[in-house]
Structure formats: structure tokens, C-alpha cells
């Protein structure tokens, strides 16, 4: 007769045993029981790892917030099953591979990540998917249980005023700039160097004289190159569409592609593997060099720029849409626009002053709105280098929320309220209905949630 692991491990904690043997050794323990669903002390310690690795926030004991996450997690895949909700595979791969790619950078290499987790990275990434994968099902749930949150302004109100002042949070200080930028002209003779030497790594890496990875780690300009230049998987609209046109047209990994140009520079690409529509390269990147003569000479033009808006005889705006070389600001007025998805501010043209490019938070630092910088020198979201000059347009300092400046970060909080209000109340009754045994030995937490202890 054959039973399933599930139903085995069940069957232990069920009768009242504590642990899973092998050969007479524990070799785990079973902690809670929630459903038919077994958590395991080696899941606590593995997330708390994880936990540890990412900086992430623990509330109080982790041996009693880290179970108890993980039990609430059950709860809600359980009901995924029930709703029949369906994710995105191919949104989850490419997930997978940016967060292994972060997490292999944070650790420093993919052998410290595997000796932190003492598996190879083959597993790592299989337990990132399983895990990305609970996480888009738990998120379809919570979508599916709350719904679209749309509250009316006196509903804000209210919630404002239900805060007590000395708990009203600290917004800090924020600006809104606008910028002009001019790209430096690059002597020809800087880009026929960069090729020539693309060239030659391409030689090597054909006579097989020097892997393609090494070169990359030795003398590649990009961010990648301490992965021996792999990007890991990523499809067409995850880059630049020159590099993108050239990489997907690869289709031997020993093969090196022609010399591609995009807006970051010079690349050579090599290819790793193909998933459907989702491809692993590798890429040496290359930039010219800007003499300092070309520098200085963008410098100057900006400068007189500067002294004709600062007289009146030209606008802000006008020059950025017609002089500026940003394109992402030039048909906006020059008006940056926060694009982080984490920020209270993302898709306004408020930035705190943590979220600016440090090149330009340096120069609005002690200027007052309406003013306008001398030029400078800094590097734009393609780390090239480009003269610029910026307009303070607002600032508003730090200071406690309010609603006459806050009312976008004061409405995301009371949704934000309401939405944890629902998915309290739902899982308040799941837990009622939801068989659950904790062990002796860890019911002894303040959890955040009434009736796990029956």
C-alpha cells in the first residue's frame, strides 16, 4: 500500500509524534500543523535565513512570527486550490531569475550563496520559484478577497483624523526638479578603440584561447560582469532593443554575435540557454571614453544656456524640449518623473530626496525653488556621462504628514488600512474552520492573530 507524504507526515503529528526519523536519527521536526499541511522546524530556519540575507524586517521572536507567516501563508494557498487561481508562468520565470540574480549579488558570488545555504545553485532557484510561485497564488487570493479599495475623501479625512498626533508619520523632505541635459560629442577614434578591443576578445574567445565569462569578469563595464557577464533570464521587453534584436537571433552557445551598439554602449554577446521566449546571454560591455576637452566644451554650452534662462531671454521648458539630449524629460519640459514602484511618490514628479540621482540631489541640496543650477557633470540611468543643469521647482520639507501636502500618502494609508481590515477578518473566520496543532514547545508567542491555540 502506498501513501502520500503528505498523509505520512500528517499521521505524525496527528498521533502525537515530534519529529521524522531516519535510520534511527531525528532528522526534523514538525512544529505546526495547519490543515492537512505539515511546517517543518528546517522551513523556520530556512526562511529565517532568507530573512537574515534580504534584511528583512522580523517582528518580535522569529521562532513565533516566522511559523506563524508561514502558516497564514497555508491558509491562503489553500484557498488558491479552492478558487482554482491561475499565475503567469512565464511572469514567475522572469522573476526567478531577477531575484536570484539580486540575491547572488548580495551574498557576492553564487559559491558564497551556496555555501550559506548549503545547496547548490540549481536548488536555490527551484525553492525561489516554489516560493515566487506561493506568493503570486497568495497574492491572486488577497486580490480576489479585497477587491478594487476606493475610498471617498471623507472616509480619508476621517482616517487622518483618527491618528493621534504624536503618531502621525514623518514625511521627508521632497522635491520636484526639472533638468537639461547635453551629451559630450565622442572622438571617433574613442569608439574605433572600444571596437577594435571587442574584436579581439572575440578572437580569443573563438580560438579558444580565453573563456568568454573570464574576459567578462576581467573587463566588462557593466554591472553583470561579476557574473561573468550573464544576465540570466529575461525576454525582449526586458532589453534594450538593439541588444535584444542581435540576442534572440543567437542560437549556438559557442558563438559570439557580431559588435551590437545600444544607448549603454558597445556589446559582444554570447548565448547561455533559450526558454521559449525567454533567453540567459551573456555580454561584454564596453563604453568610449570622453576626453575631458569634450567635457568641458558641453560645460560651456550649458553655461551660456544657464545665463539666458537665468536673464529671462529663454525658458526652462522651452530649452529642454528643443536642447535637452534626456529623452525621457525632453518632451515633458524637462519635468523628472519618479518612476520607483516602492515609493510613496512613484509616478509623480516628487522625489524624496534618497530616490534622486546623487549627481543631482548634490546640486538641489541647498538651492531654493525656482532657481536654476551651474552646469555639471553626472551620470544619467545609462551610467554615461552628460553635462546638466537642474531647476528647483518645489521643495517641501520634512515635517509631519498633513493633508493639504500629504493626501496621496494619507489615502495610501487608509487603503491600506482597509485592505488589512478585510484580510483580518478573513482569516479570523479561516482560522476558526481550519484544523491547527502547534507543538508544546512553540505555543509559548504573543501571535498576531487570535485562535491558533485551540
Known amino acids: 500500500m502506498k501513501f502520500s507524504a503528505k498523509i505520512f507526515i500528517l499521521s505524525f503529528a496527528l498521533f502525537g509524534f515530534q519529529h521524522i526519523y531516519s535510520q534511527n536519527n531525528i532528522v526534523d521536526e514538525i512544529v505546526w500543523v495547519v490543515g492537512d499541511e505539515a511546517i517543518l522546524k528546517s522551513e523556520v530556519e530556512e526562511s529565517r535565513r532568507e530573512m537574515l540575507l534580504n534584511n528583512s524586517r522580523i517582528d518580535g521572536d522569529p521562532y513565533c512570527f516566522i511559523p506563524e507567516q508561514l502558516a497564514v501563508n497555508k491558509l491562503f494557498l489553500h484557498q488558491a486550490k479552492l478558487d482554482s487561481i491561475e499565475i503567469s508562468d512565464v511572469n514567475v520565470s522572469r522573476m526567478v531569475e531577477y531575484y536570484v540574480n539580486e540575491t547572488i549579488e548580495r551574498a557576492g558570488s553564487v559559491e558564497k550563496l551556496e555555501e550559506y545555504y548549503g545547496k547548490k545553485i540549481r536548488t536555490i532557484r527551484e525553492d525561489m520559484r516554489s516560493q515566487l510561485v506561493e506568493s503570486e497564488l497568495i497574492k491572486g487570493v488577497q486580490n480576489k478577497l479585497i477587491g478594487d479599495i476606493t475610498l471617498a475623501p471623507s472616509e480619508i479625512r476621517k482616517f487622518f483624523q483618527s491618528i493621534p498626533q504624536d503618531s502621525l508619520p514623518f514625511i521627508p523632505t521632497a522635491v520636484e526638479v526639472q533638468i537639461i541635459t547635453i551629451e559630450p560629442n565622442i572622438p571617433l577614434?574613442?569608439?574605433?578603440?572600444?571596437?577594435?578591443?571587442?574584436?579581439?576578445?572575440?578572437?580569443?574567445?573563438?580560438?579558444?584561447?580565453?573563456?568568454?565569462?573570464?574576459?567578462?569578469?576581467?573587463?566588462?563595464?557593466?554591472?553583470?560582469?561579476?557574473?561573468?557577464?550573464?544576465?540570466?533570464?529575461?525576454?525582449?521587453?526586458?532589453?534594450?532593443?538593439?541588444?535584444?534584436?542581435?540576442?534572440?537571433?543567437?542560437?549556438?552557445?559557442?558563438?559570439?554575435?557580431?559588435?551590437?551598439?545600444?544607448?549603454?554602449?558597445?556589446?559582444?554577446?554570447?548565448?547561455?540557454?533559450?526558454?521559449?521566449?525567454?533567453?540567459?546571454?551573456?555580454?561584454?560591455?564596453?563604453?568610449?571614453?570622453?576626453?575631458?576637452?569634450?567635457?568641458?566644451?558641453?560645460?560651456?554650452?550649458?553655461?551660456?544656456?544657464?545665463?539666458?534662462?537665468?536673464?529671462?531671454?529663454?525658458?526652462?521648458?522651452?530649452?529642454?524640449?528643443?536642447?535637452?539630449?534626456?529623452?525621457?524629460?525632453?518632451?515633458?519640459?524637462?519635468?523628472?518623473?519618479?518612476?520607483?514602484?516602492?515609493?510613496?511618490?512613484?509616478?509623480?514628479?516628487?522625489?524624496?530626496?534618497?530616490?534622486?540621482?546623487?549627481?543631482?540631489?548634490?546640486?538641489?541640496?541647498e538651492m531654493k525653488p525656482g532657481e536654476v543650477s551651474k552646469p555639471f557633470i553626472m551620470r544619467n540611468s545609462k551610467e554615461k556621462q552628460v553635462a546638466a543643469i537642474v531647476k528647483l521647482t518645489t521643495r517641501i520639507d520634512g515635517h509631519k504628514a498633513n493633508m493639504n501636502n500629504d493626501y496621496q500618502t494619507i489615502k495610501m494609508m487608509a487603503e491600506n488600512k482597509k485592505r488589512q481590515e478585510l484580510l483580518d477578518k478573513w482569516l479570523k473566520n479561516k482560522i476558526k474552520s481550519t484544523y491547527v496543532r502547534i507543538d508544546d514547545n512553540w505555543k509559548k508567542c504573543e501571535f498576531r492573530y487570535e485562535g491558533w491555540v485551540k
Open 189 to 365: 577614434k574613442e569608439i574605433d578603440a572600444v571596437k577594435a578591443r571587442l574584436r579581439d576578445y572575440t578572437d580569443r574567445i573563438n580560438s579558444g584561447e580565453t573563456e568568454f565569462s573570464t574576459l567578462a569578469l576581467l573587463y566588462s563595464e557593466d554591472g553583470a560582469s561579476m557574473k561573468g557577464g550573464e544576465l540570466g533570464f529575461m525576454g525582449r521587453a526586458m532589453l534594450a532593443p538593439e541588444f535584444a534584436n542581435v540576442a534572440f537571433t543567437l542560437n549556438d552557445p559557442s558563438k559570439v554575435s557580431n559588435i551590437v551598439e545600444t544607448e549603454f554602449g558597445y556589446h559582444i554577446i554570447q548565448l547561455v540557454e533559450r526558454r521559449g521566449d525567454q533567453g540567459n546571454f551573456r555580454h561584454i560591455l564596453l563604453k568610449p571614453k570622453i576626453p575631458q576637452e569634450e567635457l568641458d566644451k558641453a560645460i560651456n554650452r550649458l553655461d551660456s544656456i544657464q545665463k539666458d534662462i537665468v536673464k529671462g531671454e529663454i525658458k526652462f521648458e522651452d530649452a529642454a524640449t528643443f536642447i535637452s539630449a534626456d529623452k525621457d524629460t525632453r518632451n515633458n519640459k524637462g519635468i523628472m518623473v519618479n518612476m520607483s514602484q516602492e515609493s510613496n511618490y512613484g509616478g509623480t514628479p516628487r522625489f524624496e530626496m534618497n530616490e534622486l540621482n546623487q549627481d543631482i540631489a548634490r546640486q538641489v541640496g
